[in-house]
Protein backbone atom coordinates (compact mmCIF):
# COMPACT_ATOMS: atom_id res chain seq x y z
CA UNK A 1 0.00 0.00 0.00
CA UNK A 2 1.12 3.24 -1.08
CA UNK A 3 1.34 6.40 1.55
CA UNK A 4 -0.85 9.17 0.20
CA UNK A 5 0.37 12.58 -0.72
CA UNK A 6 -1.37 15.75 -0.17
CA UNK A 7 -0.86 18.63 -2.59
CA UNK A 8 0.71 21.83 -1.47
CA UNK A 9 1.19 24.90 -3.08
CA UNK A 10 3.93 27.33 -2.56
CA UNK A 11 4.29 30.36 -3.70
CA UNK A 12 7.39 32.90 -3.74
CA UNK A 13 6.35 36.56 -2.27
CA UNK A 14 8.35 39.86 -2.84
CA UNK A 15 7.48 43.07 -2.71
CA UNK A 16 7.02 44.13 -6.52
CA UNK A 17 9.47 46.93 -6.19
CA UNK A 18 12.35 44.65 -5.01
CA UNK A 19 11.54 41.77 -7.39
CA UNK A 20 9.82 41.08 -10.65
CA UNK A 21 8.62 38.23 -12.96
CA UNK A 22 12.19 37.25 -13.88
CA UNK A 23 13.05 37.53 -10.75
CA UNK A 24 10.27 35.30 -8.73
CA UNK A 25 11.29 32.79 -12.12
CA UNK A 26 14.27 32.10 -11.16
CA UNK A 27 13.71 31.49 -7.69
CA UNK A 28 11.09 29.63 -8.32
CA UNK A 29 13.46 27.05 -10.66
CA UNK A 30 15.94 27.68 -7.78
CA UNK A 31 13.35 26.59 -5.07
CA UNK A 32 12.27 23.58 -7.83
CA UNK A 33 16.09 22.30 -8.33
CA UNK A 34 16.30 22.68 -4.55
CA UNK A 35 13.67 20.38 -3.54
CA UNK A 36 14.43 17.74 -6.13
CA UNK A 37 17.77 17.59 -4.70
CA UNK A 38 16.70 17.08 -1.39
CA UNK A 39 13.94 15.12 -1.92
CA UNK A 40 11.13 16.44 -0.16
CA UNK A 41 8.31 15.83 -2.42
CA UNK A 42 7.01 13.21 -4.59
CA UNK A 43 5.72 15.21 -7.10
CA UNK A 44 6.86 18.83 -8.15
CA UNK A 45 4.99 20.63 -10.86
CA UNK A 46 5.34 24.63 -12.04
CA UNK A 47 1.60 26.15 -11.18
CA UNK A 48 -0.21 27.18 -14.17
CA UNK A 49 -2.35 29.57 -15.11
CA UNK A 50 -4.26 28.26 -18.29
CA UNK A 51 -3.73 28.64 -21.96
CA UNK A 52 -1.17 31.61 -23.47
CA UNK A 53 -2.69 33.45 -25.58
CA UNK A 54 -2.65 33.03 -29.38
CA UNK A 55 0.67 33.49 -31.23
CA UNK A 56 3.28 32.97 -28.36
CA UNK A 57 5.66 30.21 -28.06
CA UNK A 58 4.72 28.67 -25.04
CA UNK A 59 1.42 26.58 -24.76
CA UNK A 60 0.51 27.45 -20.98
CA UNK A 61 1.05 30.45 -18.91
CA UNK A 62 3.42 29.43 -15.58
CA UNK A 63 2.31 31.35 -12.12
CA UNK A 64 5.96 33.52 -11.63
CA UNK A 65 7.23 32.01 -8.61
CA UNK A 66 4.93 28.62 -7.86
CA UNK A 67 5.15 25.51 -7.56
CA UNK A 68 2.96 22.66 -6.85
CA UNK A 69 4.24 19.88 -4.38
CA UNK A 70 2.85 16.17 -3.75
CA UNK A 71 3.99 15.33 0.00
CA UNK A 72 3.92 12.59 2.31
CA UNK A 73 2.46 14.05 5.77
CA UNK A 74 5.60 12.31 7.16
CA UNK A 75 8.10 14.98 5.39
CA UNK A 76 6.66 18.12 6.13
CA UNK A 77 8.73 18.96 9.30
CA UNK A 78 11.65 18.60 7.12
CA UNK A 79 10.28 20.69 4.24
CA UNK A 80 9.59 23.34 7.21
CA UNK A 81 12.81 23.40 7.83
CA UNK A 82 14.26 23.49 4.48
CA UNK A 83 11.82 26.62 3.35
CA UNK A 84 13.04 28.30 6.64
CA UNK A 85 16.65 27.80 5.15
CA UNK A 86 16.04 28.45 1.97
CA UNK A 87 14.73 31.71 2.78
CA UNK A 88 17.30 32.71 4.56
CA UNK A 89 19.59 32.29 1.73
CA UNK A 90 17.02 34.16 -0.47
CA UNK A 91 15.81 37.26 1.31
CA UNK A 92 13.68 39.35 0.55
CA UNK A 93 12.05 36.74 -0.72
CA UNK A 94 9.23 34.98 1.47
CA UNK A 95 7.12 32.03 0.54
CA UNK A 96 3.33 31.55 0.82
CA UNK A 97 1.94 27.57 2.09
CA UNK A 98 -1.47 27.20 0.58
CA UNK A 99 -3.51 23.53 0.61
CA UNK A 100 -6.54 23.79 -1.15
CA UNK A 101 -8.78 26.56 0.57
CA UNK A 102 -6.45 26.96 3.85
CA UNK A 103 -2.49 28.28 3.59
CA UNK A 104 -0.26 29.67 5.93
CA UNK A 105 0.94 33.11 5.39
CA UNK A 106 4.59 33.59 5.94
CA UNK A 107 4.65 37.29 5.09
CA UNK A 108 7.05 39.46 7.20
CA UNK A 109 8.28 36.03 8.02
CA UNK A 110 11.84 36.30 9.47
CA UNK A 111 13.42 33.00 10.04
CA UNK A 112 16.81 34.01 11.92
CA UNK A 113 14.40 35.30 14.20
CA UNK A 114 12.17 32.46 14.68
CA UNK A 115 12.62 30.12 17.34
CA UNK A 116 12.14 26.42 17.89
CA UNK A 117 8.82 26.94 19.66
CA UNK A 118 7.57 28.78 16.82
CA UNK A 119 8.76 26.22 14.55
CA UNK A 120 7.42 23.36 15.73
CA UNK A 121 3.90 25.49 15.54
CA UNK A 122 4.25 25.82 11.70
CA UNK A 123 5.18 22.01 11.32
CA UNK A 124 2.33 20.98 13.45
CA UNK A 125 0.07 23.31 11.52
CA UNK A 126 1.49 22.00 8.32
CA UNK A 127 1.36 18.54 8.91
CA UNK A 128 -2.18 18.91 10.51
CA UNK A 129 -3.25 19.81 6.93
CA UNK A 130 -2.09 17.49 5.17
CA UNK A 131 -2.85 14.58 7.56
CA UNK A 132 -6.71 15.83 7.32
CA UNK A 133 -6.14 15.61 3.36
CA UNK A 134 -5.56 11.94 3.74
CA UNK A 135 -8.72 11.24 5.32
Known sequence: ????????TLQILADPTMADDETLLAAGASLN???????LAERIEPVTAGPAAPGTKSGELITAGALLL???????????VFLKEWTLRNRP??????????SVEVD????????????????DKLKTRVERVEE
Open 1 to 8: MSNPTAPL
Open 93 to 102: LRIKVTDGER
Open 70 to 80: AVLPATVPALV
Open 33 to 39: RELTDAA
Open 108 to 123: GFDPASMDEAALLALV
